[in-house]
T-cell receptor
Framework: SQQGEEDPQALSIQEGENATMNCSYK?????LQWYRQNSGRGLVHLIL?????REKHSGRLRVTLDTSKKSSSLLITASRAADTASYFC?????????????FGSGTQLTVLP | ETGVTQSPTHLIKTRGQQVTLRCSSQ?????VSWYQQALGQGPQFIFQ???????GRGNFPPRFSGLQFPNYSSELNVNALELDDSALYLC???????????????FGPGTRLLVL
């Protein structure tokens, strides 16, 4: 079963606008991560936010975490055509002595030039 | 670029055949995880290898097996291929200290497998 679910499933915006994606998860976590995937290729790690953090910034990315609502959001400011990709939130859970990442189905972001 | 490489990039097999996918970890990493990503879905955890042993497994049947070598590279083997095995297979490497958990995983570009 999937731990995280992203919303919306698809988002289309004009270049220069901001894009906001949301993620909800089910169980308690000690961190939440966001990844980007271009056209069915490998995932690129964007940012990790720990459970004791409420907000984190990295360049044009801003991530918030609300552990009481079990939700997170990813904001991309001043979007560019190159930001077109699928975005996934992921939470690590224990599987044996391994730490596996559980992913939602992702948000497909299209930035129109 | 993460430094994680996978081969081959694409592969076509027929139902019932066997396949081996390969992954080279990022330098300094000692843990490899494998994920299956069906079209339009997020990646699903298959298993993880640490110090050449499987130390965690997702909800996949025994016909999915793996190896990790002393240089921390890894193989994913799938026997008796089924049509539903068609997917993008991703490996991810990370560094795990004994007694602690690894957090960030770095993904390779994936191998796209098509089963006919």
């Amino acid at each position: 079963s999937q731990q995280g679910e992203e919303d919306p499933q698809a988002l289309s915006i004009q270049e220069g606008e901001n894009a906001t994606m949301n993620c909800s998860y089910k169980t308690s976590i000690n961190n939440l991560q966001w990844y980007r995937q271009n056209s069915g290729r490998g995932l690129v790690h964007l940012i990790l936010i720990r459970s004791n953090e409420r907000e984190k910034h990295s360049g044009r990315l801003r991530v918030t975490l609300d552990t009481s609502k079990k939700s997170s959001s990813l904001l991309i400011t001043a979007s560019r055509a190159a930001d077109t990709a699928s975005y996934f939130c992921a939470t690590p859970i224990s599987s044996g002595s391994a730490r596996q990442l559980t992913f939602g189905s992702g948000t497909q972001l299209t930035v129109l030039p | 670029e993460t430094g994680v490489t996978q081969s081959p990039t694409h592969l076509i097999k027929t139902r019932g055949q066997q396949v081996t996918l390969r992954c080279s970890s990022q330098s300094g990493h000692n843990t490899v995880s494998w994920y299956q990503q069906a079209l339009g879905q997020g990646p699903q955890f298959i298993f993880q290898y640490y110090r050449e042993e499987e130390n965690g497994r997702g909800n996949f049947p025994p016909r999915f097996s793996g190896l990790q070598f002393p240089n921390y590279s890894s193989e994913l083997n799938v026997n008796a291929l089924e049509l539903d095995d068609s997917a993008l297979y991703l490996c991810a490497s990370s560094f795990k200290k004994s007694g602690s958990s690894q957090e960030t995983q770095y993904f390779g570009p994936g191998t796209r497998l098509l089963v006919l």
